[in-house]
């Protein structure tokens, strides 16, 4: 580690060196690209400073052992017990900041809610997912916006997909996908019985031009009149659009607009998202078989998550975490599980490394 972390000094120097040549301050673009790497590096070269001025700390309280005086001599050895255990805590946020950095982090998300067992109940406890989700991004500023939705007529969804648009929202909610179940006594059970139901979740990270590329001859484009619940007409123009990807077989619709040109953008989001997240799979399935270990599987039969209303209880299985605040956490009160998610996954990560 300690090797790593000379490098990355040096690159850090000469990163200041460079910025302070006129060649680079006249070029824009390099000086643009090279200003990125040198903000990027700060916090763990600041990292760095601070681990240094600890180990030349301990080295010289060490030193204080070798003296005469026995008051000092304890002193000192109750101050070495405090810097070795800061010692430790900076080496293992040093190990995470080292850790590489998953290029999706940064992007925004395409998210996919739909009902699974359960029936009615299911969609209900979709549309609360749903709505736990936006009071999250809310709380974190970024912008909510409905692709397409399947509603029910007691207020459920069978379907949603939105598009989460933020700095980092992929970072914070990437491990959101999967079954998430939840019991609760259903208002139309009259004998006051518990119901479990389920909802699966799926978090894309939403995919540029130039992470995926798309041949417009692979693609079949359909435009139909949109409609609302149980058949009802909503527009009589053609403005719904439905988007198959012929190679793969996805497809993707958009009616939430009254415009074609918006609702094919917005399918055109989402089928981009898709074929994303299939194309990272693989190659992440790729480097799993190499090296013959997995964090988790990925896999979206997994049951992640069990809402227990009855006790107020949320409890993530992936962690072994158990909140008893559903409500908060139903309120977008999610950071704590998310905090103790992603803890969970470096740690793996670093295990790996």
């Keep these: 580690m300690i090797n790593k972390l000379r490098v990355l000094e040096e690159k850090y120097e000469d990163l200041n060196r460079i910025l302070v040549d006129p060649k680079v301050l006249a070029a824009q673009s390099d000086f643009h690209k090279y200003s990125k790497e040198y903000s ?23 030193g204080l052992l070798s003296g005469g005086d026995a008051d000092i001599k304890e002193l000192a050895k109750a101050e070495i017990e405090d810097l070795k255990k800061r010692r430790s805590a900076l080496e293992e946020e040093l190990k995470l900041m080292l850790l590489p950095a998953d290029p999706r982090d940064a992007k925004s998300v395409i998210l996919e809610i739909r009902a699974g067992t359960g029936g009615e109940e299911a969609a209900l406890f979709g549309a609360s997912l ?113 988007i198959v990807h012929i190679p793969t077989g996805v497809t993707v619709q958009c009616q939430d607009e009254r415009s074609q040109t918006k609702n094919k953008d917005k399918a055109m989001k989402v089928l981009r998202a898709r074929l994303y997240e299939i194309e ?60 103790n998610l992603t803890t969970h996954f470096n740690a793996q990560r670093l295990k790996e490394l």
């Excluded at 939105?162 to 998430?180: F, L, N, T």
Aim: overall charge neutral.
């Design 40 to 62: 990027e590096l700060q916090p763990i070269v600041g990292k760095i400073a601070e681990y240094r001025k600890l180990l030349a700390d301990l080295e010289n309280t060490e």
């Design 130 to 242: 749903l709505r736990m989700y936006t009071k999250y991004a809310e709380s974190k500023r970024w912008k909510v916006e409905l692709i397409s939705m399947n509603a029910t007529g007691l207020g459920g969804l069978k379907e949603v997909v939105a598009s989460i648009e933020g700095k980092g929202a992929y970072s914070r909610m990437k491990y959101e996908s999967g079954v998430h179940r939840v019991q609760r006594v259903p208002s139309t059970e009259a004998s006051g019985r518990i119901h479990t139901s389920a909802a699966t979740v799926a978090v894309l990270p939403e995919a540029e031009d130039v992470d995926i590329r798309i041949d417009a001859k692979d693609l079949r484009i359909d435009t139909f009149c949109s409609s609302g619940a149980g058949g009802q007409s909503v527009n009589t123009t053609y403005s719904a659009v439905r």
């Design 280 to 339: 990272t799979g693989e190659k992440e399935k790729e480097r799993a078989e190499a090296r013959k270990s997995q964090v988790g599987s990925g896999d979206r039969s997994e049951r992640i998550r069990t809402y227990n209303f009855p006790q107020n209880r949320i409890t993530d299985h992936r962690t072994g975490l158990t909140l008893h605040k559903l409500e908060q956490v139903l309120e977008g009160a999610m950071d704590e599980m998310i905090d």
